[in-house]
């Protein structure tokens, strides 16, 4: 399966660089600081100058091929951050190898530290936007795990919207299905700090294990192990 799809609309001149020519981001602001580059016959310095797959991007005289977008999705580890540098704890972007730049990746709602499972990343900055934007009410199920005996009350309360501590207004209705005494899937449409954790001690209870297994139509591939990532199908891709 390949890691890469082409066909974007518009990039940031230095992604779209770093993408198909494999220099560091810091390479790249080099080039375009020596003027090296040019758009369709004019020499670009600005590094977020936005170009589309149509335009003649020119580096050292050479044309420069579209870069491809790539999608994965990866199993999170418990532990591990959503994020490209952390002081304390690995992070995600490390468990990629350096061919997918995961520098050039952004992540599609973050997990806690301490939070498993499903992770959607990319270059490509519309898809990402509808994936987390609360217009889009992406679909994401969470397996919870509690300390205390869920109650069959938390159903209607949930599907009501609980007021989080801090929050203005409700949350969004979302569908508690109680599996055992202590664990049940809660399906969210949107993504405030810590939803999960914070609605269930909105009733008094302890999320103690919490695990993404979908996000919209995406589900978690059963056969990627901890830690392991996959790219998308293309079906996926263009599912949201
Ligand atoms: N809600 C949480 O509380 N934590 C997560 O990691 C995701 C959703």
Known sequence: MPFFYESFSEMRLDKYLAHSTGLSRKEVKRALHEKSVSVNGNVVKEFGFQVNS??????????????????????????????????????????????????LLNIAGRLDVDSTGLLLLTTDGQWLHKITSPNHKQAKRYLVETASAIDESAIQVFADGVLLKGEK??????????????????????????????????????????????????HLDENLGSGEYRALTADEVNQL
């Open 54 to 103: 149509n335009d003649e991007v020119i580096f050292k005289e050479q044309g420069i091929a579209a870069p491809e977008h790539r999608y994965l999705m990866l199993n999170k580890p418990q532990g591990y951050v959503c994020s490209n540098d952390d002081p304390t704890h690995p992070t995600v972007a490390g468990l990629l190898t350096a061919e997918i730049r995961p520098d």
């Open 169 to 218: 207004h409700l949350t969004k209705p979302a569908k508690l299905e109680i599996i055992e005494s202590h664990m049940a899937y809660l399906t969210l449409t949107e993504g405030k700090y810590h939803q999960v954790k914070r609605m269930f001690a909105a009733i008094g209870n302890k999320v103690t294990d919490l695990h993404r297994d979908t996000i919209g139509h995406i």
